[in-house]
C-alpha cells in the first residue's frame, strides 16, 4: 500500500488512540510485523505532535543469546521483564538511545526494537531535533536517529505506552501483506538464523535496505 501523506494522518483523537495493552500481549516475533504501517506519535513538551509510521523493527525474547534479558533479570533489563506495553530505552554502544516496546506476559523479557520510521508530521521539528538533516530519508532510518528525531531519552525507559501522554502508538494502516518481508537482524553476532528483522520492503526510509540478506515473505496477524 502506499505511505500515508502527512495530510492523511489524523488530528489527535479517536484515530490516534493509543494501542490497548492486549495488542502487546503477544510473542515478539508475532508483535513486530504487526507494528509495520502502525504511528508511532510523540506529544513534546510544547504540545507539537510528531508522527512517524513504522517501517523497521527487530523482535528480540528471552530465549534468544541476542536478546538482553537472556542472562536474566538486571537492573538494565527489568523494565524489559515488566508488563507489556511499556518503553524499554538503554543506551547503546554508549552513544544513541534505542527504543523498545515491551511485549508478551509479564516477566517474559521480550520486546520489540524500533529500527526506522517514516515522518509523516512535525517534519521541521524533527530536522531540527536531527540537527539539520535534510533528507528526510535519514531523519528517522536507524534506532539511535529515530529516538533522536522523536526526543527519546532514558528518561523515558518505562514509560507506558497506554496512557497516550508523551509517547505512544496508533492503528495506522495495515502494510500489504506481500510487502512485509522478514530477514536477520542487524549488528549481532549470535542467534543470526532468527528472520526476526521485519520490514516494509517498498519503503525508502529503512535503515538498511531489504535486499541482498535472505529476506522473505512474512506472515502478520493483526491485533
Not at 79 to 92: A, E, W
Not at 168 to 193: K, L
Amino acid at each position: 500500500m502506499a505511505a500515508l501523506q502527512a495530510s492523511e494522518v489524523p488530528e489527535e483523537g479517536p484515530s490516534l488512540r493509543p494501542l490497548s495493552r492486549r495488542f502487546y500481549a503477544r510473542p515478539s516475533p508475532v508483535v513486530a510485523p504487526d507494528l509495520l504501517g502502525r504511528l508511532l506519535v510523540r506529544r513534546l513538551g510544547d504540545g507539537e505532535l510528531l508522527v512517524g509510521r513504522i517501517v523497521e523493527c527487530e523482535a528480540y525474547q528471552e530465549d534468544d543469546p541476542a536478546s538482553h534479558s537472556f542472562r536474566g533479570l538486571t537492573d538494565r533489563t527489568r523494565v524489559m521483564f515488566g508488563p507489556p506495553g511499556h518503553l524499554y530505552v538503554y543506551l547503546s554502544y554508549g552513544v544513541h538511545w534505542c527504543a523498545n516496546v515491551v511485549t508478551g506476559a509479564d516477566g517474559e523479557g521480550s520486546a520489540v526494537l524500533l529500527r526506522a520510521v517514516e515522518p509523516v508530521r512535525g517534519i521541521e521539528r524533527i530536522r531540527e531535533l536531527r540537527g539539520g538533516v535534510s533528507d528526510d530519508r535519514f531523519l528517522c532510518a536507524g534506532p539511535g536517529r529515530l529516538t533522536q528525531a522523536f526526543a527519546v531519552t532514558r528518561a523515558h525507559n518505562g514509560l507506558d505506552l497506554v496512557t497516550g501522554e508523551e509517547l505512544w502508538i496508533s492503528p495506522g494502516r495495515e502494510v500489504a501483506p506481500g510487502d512485509v518481508v522478514a530477514g536477520r537482524r542487524v549488528g549481532i553476532s549470535v542467534a543470526q538464523e532468527r528472520p526476526w528483522r521485519f520490514v516494509e520492503a517498498s519503503s525508502r526510509f529503512l535503515s538498511r535496505p531489504p535486499l541482498g540478506w535472505g529476506g522473505a515473505p512474512a506472515g502478520r496477524r493483526r491485533g
